[in-house]
């Protein structure tokens, strides 16, 4: 695709410091190994897969009565490639466009937006589909704000005299990053420094602070961690649920009983951390082990595949067969791809039960705003 240039995963191993979480390779198998400065449990920890303690402490609740965790999926996609001291990898160079997509993602989830329902959407990609804004109403994030406000000007009679109209998922990826538009067009619509932003939004919310570095003979901003708990949660969670060989839905905890779709969540943010080269650093910062490295890499690209089209799990109109992508990519199976096909048949399972729960009991099928989370995703799989 032409809004991506040329992206390609890498699996390079980052040094961590020792004050990082272990998941060890002990006997029970993918057992959490705390350090002594910690003073949580194993077993309070497992309860907190999907949401750690310090997001759910303060939860923002829409208008609708379900709770919304404190931190977006850009916000955390952007912590787990961040380093303690606020710096962010030169190798991340197409994080901006994830976490553009990211935006996306966390609109659909909050029912801002979705895709437009047509009689033909079965026998094109998900990501071709078009897309409409069903709430343009305040979220409390200013840079999702921003996103509705330029998708909803696109809906009325002075964004069609702009030579601007609905559009697809895809074609919103590359408006929202000026790239393939028209200059004055796309550049209008263009979300500019959205990594700043966020970083200045995760310093309102405790989680970062705001210093100075001397570089050479100029001060450049710097957004060191100041919530080293929340990081750490957060790292835990996804190292968690790309090792571990079984799950359980008790394991959400009651306090993300009335946040929407949280299995959902984890799984955008998973692929998109996979897309942006951010997940390496996070499972390094885990200390996880070789073989377990590759295999949580494994399973975090076989869960792009099975979520990457619609309905989930199902081949889709242009999707590649899933043996013969992993091929393309050199990757055979690794030690841990039987726990991983069970694991990503009791994910799919669990979401459907989700979605059917958050769209009032009906098919999955019908609601078009957990289609639009599949297109995104479909753009995902299909870069190199």
């Known amino acids: 695709m032409s809004s991506f240039p040329s992206l390609s995963r890498r699996r390079t191993h980052t040094e961590t410091d020792s004050s990082s979480t272990v998941i060890g390779d002990e006997e029970p198998r993918f057992r959490l190994v705390r350090t002594p400065t910690d003073s949580t449990s ?3 920890m497992d309860s907190k897969i999907f949401s750690g303690p310090k997001i759910l402490q303060d939860i923002v609740a829409s208008k609708d009565g379900e709770k919304v965790p404190q931190l977006t999926i850009m916000e955390e996609l952007l912590l787990l490639g961040i380093n303690d001291k606020g710096h962010l990898s030169l190798r991340n160079e197409h994080l901006s466009s994830v976490l553009r997509c990211s935006i996306l993602m966390e609109l659909a989830l909050r029912r801002r937006i979705a895709l437009i329902p047509h009689q033909s959407r079965w026998r094109v990609p998900v990501s071709e589909l ?40 895809k074609n919103w990826i590359s408006l929202l990053s000026s790239e393939g538009w028209d200059v004055e067009v796309g550049t209008g619509y263009q979300l500019k420094q959205v990594r700043e932003r966020l970083m200045k939004g995760l310093v309102d919310k405790g989680v970062l602070r705001s210093d100075t570095r001397n570089y050479l003979l100029f001060k450049t901003a710097a957004h060191p961690i100041a919530d080293h708990t929340t990081k750490s949660d957060l790292i835990i969670r996804v190292a968690r649920f790309l090792t571990a060989s079984t799950f359980s839905g008790a394991a959400l905890g009651e306090d993300s009983s009335n946040i929407r779709c949280p299995i959902l969540r984890l799984v955008c943010l998973v692929c998109a951390a996979y897309t942006a080269g951010v997940l390496d650093h996070a499972l390094s910062a885990a200390n996880v082990g070789d073989e377990q490295h590759e295999s949580a890499l494994d399973r975090a690209d076989q869960i792009l595949v099975e979520f990457g089209c619609w309905p989930f799990g199902s081949p889709g109109p242009s999707s590649t067969p899933r043996l013969d992508r992993r091929k393309q990519a050199g990757r055979g199976s690794t030690p841990g791809a039987g726990d991983s096909r069970k694991f990503i048949g009791w994910l799919l399972q669990e979401v459907k039960s989700e979605i059917v729960q958050w769209s009032g009991g009906e098919d999955e099928d019908k609601d078009f705003g957990f289609e639009l989370v599949a297109g995104v995703l479909e753009v995902f799989s299909k870069l190199d």
């Open 130 to 169: 078009v897309v409409e804004v069903i709430d343009d109403g305040l979220t409390s994030e200013p840079i999702l704000d921003e996103t509705l406000k330029m998708m909803k000007a696109v809906q009325t009679p002075l964004g069609a005299q702009a030579g601007v109209e609905k559009t697809s998922v």
């Open 42 to 44: 194993t077993s309070s």
